[in-house]
């Protein structure tokens, strides 16, 4: 079924809600931890994944996977980078933080296409990535001066693995497509959970989740995941790039908001101000080029 235009947009928001659902709740867990709630969360997205790719696709989805070649176990790498940080920094900063953090992903994604391609920037990106890294900056430095902020430091690094992770495999796939070549993303994905998984239950060892958790947990694998997940690649094929990343941008505020609501967790004033400097860049940057694109035609 192809999807028409409104009903992607209106996906794509569904979409930013169930990923913003990670943040608040983790707040309510009552064992797990660190690197046992990333494994547990990307083992639940496996078994979801190896129920709907199946009937999304068939048994096509496997031969995919067999025959994607390097491209496609980069990508697969690229998203178990970005499961596996995303928890942990969660489990590391507020939630905020977490988000403000990788919703810089479009700017760094335009950086690496630059170098790595050959994509020209336009003068409105290389502002409106200045501006976003000096967003950036002001949250990163109240934290170095704060009494405990270490810990959040490390955190808020650690989500910029997945924004990083996201523009590596952006620049896959799309040195790959120059090429001739496809990278079904959905596939990926698959692999992405499976490599998180094995990477991170050594590192869980002893497993203390109770079965409240658990439910949490499996709960993330399904509906914050790996459901989310697929629709996005869905919704990816018929919204323009530019679209896409405005409205992922939900995610920011979903996620902000929830947590304050759900789990009583507000951003702090300078989290506030960096916030605001770096989802401004974004939206500027993405509605200019929108504007100057349509005037063009």
Known sequence: MKLSHSHAVLMMVLVTLMWSIAGVTTRHLESAHSFEITFWRSFF??????????????RAVFAKIRQGGSALWLSGVCWAVMFTAYMLALSLSPVANVLVTMSIAPLLTALLARFAIGHRLPMRTWVAIAVAGAGIVVMYGTQLSSAGGTGQLVGT???????????????VVQRSH??????????????GAVLSSLVTLPLALPLQATPHDLGLLAMLGSVQLAIPCILSVWCARVLKAPEVSLLQLLEVLFGITLAWLGANEAPGMVVLLGGTLVLGALVSNEALGWWQRRAVL
Request: with cysteine.
């Open 45 to 58: 997205t496996v078994l979801s994944l190896l129920v709907i790719l199946p009937l999304l696709q068939g």
């Open 157 to 171: 690094l650690i989500a910029l693995c997945v924004p990083l992770a996201s523009a590596v495999n952006w620049t």
């Open 178 to 191: 120059a090429q001739g070549k496809e990278v079904d993303l959905v596939p990926s994905v698959l692999v």
